[in-house]
């Protein structure tokens, strides 16, 4: 045979090779991300369609965000749990775990979704996927409305509580390590009594997570949140394979957050009482825990 034929073979084959590799990109790019016209390929969202509901796993008994009202649950989460379903046209089915079983309520299939004011947690990627951040529980720097700071840097010797042994407690010794000159009070059992002194004009600020900070500004007047120190956001998780129903969850916050329904939520939850001194420090500790593992 001529060399020209073997030349033309070889391209012929050249070409196939070609076509296979697009062929096998498209369909690995298919089974991640999904298409319009194949939610199919995400069991989690073909099967909560099916069943007309969204199973969201939640830890009852952690203020504002999920807690028991009788026979009914109530709080942050459970009414973005709810919202979120609607804009699925979807209803709610909770199932409520502890804080440490969560993702296991994923990879077992009882659950479609946590909402357990969740922080973000990259290395649990391999078994879930997580929405937008919905709420930044970091620490923040609170002080009096009227007060003329404006963040770290106009602190200078002034007087800032924190609760011992929290992460406020941490992130202001680090500062001062860092070169930062305020004078430190860690002699509170809780971020309410640092609060408390605070409101008494016995601190000149205070450092505590975004959820007692709001609690404490929208409760009563007087206080203000100066500015944040440290982010731990917080998202909603599905499975790992549920990438459409990913994307619808994070296409409704979307709605919701242009439609100022978070705002709405923060005067909902944040002006409540505190919860129990307690019930945070307990709670508070099983979350550290949880998100080192």
């Known amino acids: 045979m001529s060399p020209g034929f073997f030349r033309h073979g070889k391209a012929l084959l050249d070409v196939a090779a070609l076509c296979g590799v697009l062929l096998y990109g498209l369909l690995a790019w298919s089974a ?3 298409t319009p016209s194949g939610p199919a390929l995400d069991p989690v969202w073909a099967a909560a369609q099916t069943r007309g509901s969204l199973r969201v796993a939640t830890d009852v008994g952690f203020r504002p965000f999920a807690f028991a ?9 459970i009414d973005l749990a709810r919202a979120v379903a609607a804009r699925l046209g979807l209803s709610v089915e909770f199932v409520p775990t502890g804080y440490d079983g969560l993702y296991d309520t994923l990879v077992s299939g009882r659950a479609d979704m946590i909402a357990a004011a969740l922080p973000y947690a990259p290395e649990q990627g391999f078994r879930a996927r997580f929405s937008q951040f919905y709420f930044d529980a970091g620490q923040v720097l609170v002080a009096p409305a009227d007060a003329t700071l404006s963040g ?3 602190l200078a010797g002034q007087r800032v509580g924190v609760a011992l042994g929290s992460d406020a407690d941490a992130l202001a010794r680090q500062l001062l390590r860092g070169g930062a000159r305020f004078t430190l009070r860690s002699a509170y059992d809780e971020p309410a009594a640092a609060l408390a002194d605070l409101r008494a004009g016995r601190l000149d600020a205070v450092i505590v997570d975004n959820i007692a900070a709001l609690e404490a500004t929208q409760a009563a007047p007087g206080l203000r949140i100066v500015a944040a120190l440290s982010s731990t956001p917080l998202a909603l998780a599905v499975p790992r394979p549920a990438f459409r129903l990913e994307a619808e969850i994070n296409r409704a916050l979307g709605e919701l957050r242009r439609e100022g329904f978070f705002e709405e ?4 939850w944040f002006a409540q009482q505190p919860a129990p001194a307690g019930i945070r420090r307990a709670r508070a500790a ?3 825990s949880a998100r080192e593992g």
């Not at 939520?265 to 909902?268: A, D, I, K, Y």
């Open 32 to 34: 991640e991300h999904g």
């Open 265 to 268: 939520l923060n005067r909902r």
């Open 286 to 288: 099983g979350r550290g």
């Open 69 to 77: 009202q009788g026979e009914h649950l109530v709080g942050y989460d």
């Open 152 to 154: 770290m840097s106009s």
